[in-house]
């Protein structure tokens, strides 16, 4: 392939500053720049970067809440020819150690929260040599300083990474266990990004705020609409619901990312009519279908604002379908399409399938398939897995669901054994192995139970070793303990039963997790994923 | 690479049936059809070629008049994974044979008009096994007829070509004297076809009027966006003004795409006032720049439409710059905005490089270069050009030009010898060549000559061996006779000087172009690309 002939991240920088260059790029606490700035402080970074022994080609992780140098960071990652590895911030150093091993990664940014984890890290991780502090030098530690990178060299010239060759490397819970790198390309982010102009309903100049996390494809995905609108980033450092709304109000801020349960904290929080949300044109939400209620009150809360479903997962860069503010209707007939997740995104193509991969008719329930140039190359050093989830150019998402004759999505069921909550993915296996090492347990099985705000509640059934000593509330948190060094809180277990008979088994002996669930979702629709 | 993961063009005519199947698809005369009936009649066709023996990765040249089976076609040659070359109507047999054999063409579909063509095609051209007539079988004359393939196959599966792998293969002039293929991908072709969604302001279920050959990258990308957009095509065989107004009025067509020559022409024509242009959205042309006094009145007669000027070429499937509808003004200080060829797309990036390619700041002159998805693969068979044009991933355009301090870029001179005539690119040499053949000819050299109508007209300045016999006309007749059977019309000399002296040369003896073209392109600027 002839180099750099592709799409290419960077393009974006370099266009929003050749068109936009006096235009406000990023704001963060009191600092606030122009794309002039941010495409200057990038290229120098980038220069930084090399002048460290960085090299074309190199992963470069990323362990910081969201901030203005988290984006220059990503950026000038791509402007040096490097993969990013931006890491999920609730793992456990172990699952961290784990990701920038399988990666290879020589250079990691980090910020002040996760300072503590480098030493741990440095001295797990065998390829990784830098470390550079995402702040000024006064609160480095003596470490390499973001800022003083920055100051302390020019520019450099686009090392021109692009198309088919990889943008980065994002990590998502694992089936058997260990997380798994999604490998994406810079085509296939592209192919997402310009979903902006077909879809989100992104304007130029448009204000965009960032209070899920950065690592996050979805909040990825938005770093670089933003940009390829030249408009305006507001960053916080995580979400909570009365910075958001001041943020919100204080910036004019014209479009927000949030999970359906950030939005309903916001909309729950107390004095959150006082705010003037009006500039706010679009809230793009996904991970679960929204409660009706709550759509409802937001809408009201967000009164100009149209309402976006995203449905996708990592593996598609990530967005599958969207379900567009047209769709969102609250009364008469077509009420029932909240509960699609929209149809197919103009760049992709869609089918059902059953379990020989042959093509359904609409309204007939089987596997969501999907193909497209936002499909990623395959996942890193796991060809086993690549292999049993892309099949002929299609991947297979694991979620179960139908298509109706209008063409839009329904997804019933994950058949991946697979639980989202608050919108971050957990696989039953991995809290069944954190689980397994307590001493006390002989047998146990992790399934997603209904909960009002999370969406769905990781809960563990557990079968007890003979003449276990510990009981009831001591048992409960002596498990949940070991669970939490394990693995990042989010996935332990929030509830957990015990059953004395043995797990319902299928004919080829695997746990029947869809018996366990039935007492628990009786009479609820399970979420989508 | 992974198979089927990138983009593809037939997932556009998937998607325009999935979501707008009985909506009308295309428009010839009196036959109607939907986006159901012709994604059926391409997977049909697909199966059709496939039946012949065609397979996957073959090539297949389409020789016809605009029409809804040449759009079927195009379509269908994607769907059974093969390669499409477009034939340039208004070629003479030997230059299209040269283009067949080049790229190893094994099958061709042909119209009624290039009917005659065909034999002796078939005769020079040692790969092409098969002809499928653009008709039904009782106008077929023994060949297979296109209908007939699509009546007598049921519907075949998609073949999946998609992403890096080649769309097609466009010809256009060639420096050296013979026809350069230019090879596009299939994300070099959806890269174009997105600007849809970003810049041509086409709206879902448009309505476009193919007027300029659908042999061309320009209108090949209008047959990509109108379907991206599910909206109607309207086919007719050439270019005519009076069936183009009947069209759009009886059609309302929304968007029309057309070299100024045609608006022109249009816009001169007796009683064009009295037809309803008020659905036209958008007028988009290229090629040149409009003469001040033709938008003006263009402006009048389309009073709903914003105008658009795409500067490119086939190398770049085909759009770098566009000016936008909003910067088209015609007093004022911005009017000198109508001389520029507008802003880089969102996915490009251009730059202007001095002999050694050093960037050049804005407002100095230099060679234009552009990177991106929409760079072509290279030339077919020509390493050597190939490597002449893409360095480093840039494409060196030959056009000399700026770019001002607002982004916008102006085409101020061309630095490859080439006219364009009509929107057609003439190469000098090419028409060099056809006249040194005559034996009165001692020495030539081509230039393009200002032309009100058609931007550049062909002009050769001959010197004559001595003795000569022929005289004043006959002998220009004679010349241009003998040019008619050698290359295209379009190409052929329009109007022919003699001189005594040599030609003023270079330090390299290369003739001084600059010198020949002075007296008469005295006072009027030189037409861009």
């Keep these: 392939m002839m180099l750099a002939q592709g799409y290419r991240m960077t393009q974006l920088v370099k266009r929003a500053a050749a068109e936009n260059g006096t235009g406000t790029s990023t704001i963060m606490d009191d600092r606030t720049r122009t794309w002039?700035?941010?495409?200057?402080?990038?290229?120098?970074?980038?220069?930084?970067?090399?002048?460290?022994?960085?090299?074309?080609?190199?992963?470069?992780?990323?362990?910081?809440?969201?901030?203005?140098?988290?984006?220059?960071?990503?950026?000038?990652?791509?402007?040096?020819?490097?993969?990013?590895?931006?890491?999920?911030?609730?793992?456990?150093?172990?699952?961290?150690?784990?990701?920038?091993?399988?990666?290879?990664?020589?250079?990691?940014?980090?910020?002040?929260?996760?300072?503590?984890?480098?030493?741990?890290?440095?001295?797990?991780?065998?390829?990784?040599?830098?470390?550079?502090?995402?702040?000024?030098?006064?609160?480095?530690?003596?470490?390499?300083?973001?800022?003083?990178?920055?100051?302390?060299?020019?520019?450099?010239?686009?090392?021109?990474?692009?198309g088919e060759e990889l943008a980065g490397v994002l990590y998502t819970g694992g089936t058997t266990g260990f997380p798994k790198g999604v490998m994406l390309?810079?085509?296939?982010?592209?192919?997402?990004?310009?979903?902006?102009?077909?879809?989100?309903?992104?304007?130029?100049?448009?204000?965009?705020?960032?209070?899920?996390?950065?690592?996050?494809?979805?909040?990825?995905?938005?770093?670089?609409?933003?940009?390829?609108?030249?408009?305006?980033?507001?960053?916080?450092?995580?979400?909570?619901?009365?910075?958001?709304?001041?943020?919100?109000?204080?910036?004019?801020?014209?479009?927000?990312?949030?999970?359906?349960?950030?939005?309903?904290?916001?909309?729950?929080?107390?004095?959150?009519?006082?705010?003037?949300?009006?500039?706010?044109?679009?809230?793009?939400?996904?991970?679960?279908?929204?409660?009706?209620?709550?759509?409802?009150?937001?809408?009201?809360?967000?009164?100009?604002?149209?309402?976006?479903?995203?449905?996708?997962?990592?593996?598609?860069?990530?967005?599958?379908?969207?379900?567009?503010p047209e769709d969102h209707v609250l009364d008469g007939p077509l009420t029932m399409q909240l509960r699609s997740c929209g149809k197919a995104v103009s760049f992709t193509e869609m089918a059902i399938v059953d379990e020989q991969g042959v093509p359904q008719p609409d309204g007939v329930q089987g596997e969501i398939i999907v193909r497209g140039p936002g499909v990623m190359r395959g996942y890193l050093n796991k060809p086993d897995q690549t292999a049993a989830t892309l099949k002929n150019g299609w991947l297979y998402t694991g979620d179960g669901g139908y298509r109706d004759k209008n063409g839009f999505y329904y997804v019933s069921d994950r058949m991946k054994d697979m639980i989202v909550t608050g919108g971050e993915n957990v696989y039953s296996t991995e809290v069944e192995n954190a689980v397994m090492g307590h001493k006390a347990v002989a047998g146990v099985a992790v399934i997603g139970i209904p909960d009002d705000e999370w969406g769905e509640a990781v809960h563990a059934i557990i079968i007890l070793k003979d003449g276990t000593k510990l009981k009831g509330d001591d048992l409960i948190k002596s498990i949940k303990d070991h669970c939490k060094e394990q693995i990042a809180g989010y996935k332990c277990p929030k509830s957990i039963s015990f059953r004395k008979e043995p797990f319902p088994l299928s004919g080829a002996n695997k746990v029947l997790k869809t018996e366990l669930r039935k007492p628990f979702w009786d009479g609820q629709t399970r979420g989508v994923n």
């Design 185 to 324: 390309t810079h085509t296939n982010l592209w192919a997402n990004t310009q979903s902006v102009f077909t879809d989100f309903y992104l304007k130029t100049g448009c204000c965009g705020l960032h209070v899920a996390p950065m690592f996050h494809a979805a909040d990825l995905v938005q770093s670089l609409t933003v940009t390829a609108k030249m408009g305006t980033h507001v960053f916080l450092p995580s979400f909570n619901p009365e910075t958001t709304l001041k943020a919100i109000h204080h910036h004019k801020v014209t479009c927000v990312l949030m999970v359906p349960a950030m939005i309903k904290m916001v909309l729950e929080h107390h004095g959150s009519a006082d705010y003037d949300l009006s500039s706010v044109e679009t809230v793009m939400y996904g991970a679960s279908p929204i409660p009706e209620v709550v759509l409802r009150g937001a809408m009201e809360l967000f009164h100009n604002a149209g309402f976006l479903q995203v449905y996708g997962q990592t593996e598609l860069a990530p967005i599958a379908t969207l379900l567009k």
């Design 36 to 162: 002039d700035e941010t495409c200057d402080r990038v290229a120098r970074l980038a220069a930084g970067l090399h002048s460290m022994g960085v090299t074309r080609g190199c992963r470069i992780a990323i362990l910081a809440l969201n901030s203005d140098r988290y984006f220059e960071a990503l950026f000038a990652i791509w402007w040096a020819g490097c993969e990013v590895v931006p890491v999920n911030t609730r793992w456990a150093a172990a699952e961290v150690a784990y990701s920038l091993n399988d990666a290879s990664v020589n250079t990691i940014f980090f910020d002040a929260v996760f300072a503590q984890m480098v030493p741990e890290l440095t001295r797990d991780c065998g390829a990784l040599n830098h470390a550079v502090f995402l702040g000024a030098e006064n609160e480095a530690g003596g470490a390499i300083a973001h800022d003083q990178l920055i100051a302390d060299n020019t520019p450099m010239i686009d090392a021109s990474q692009s």
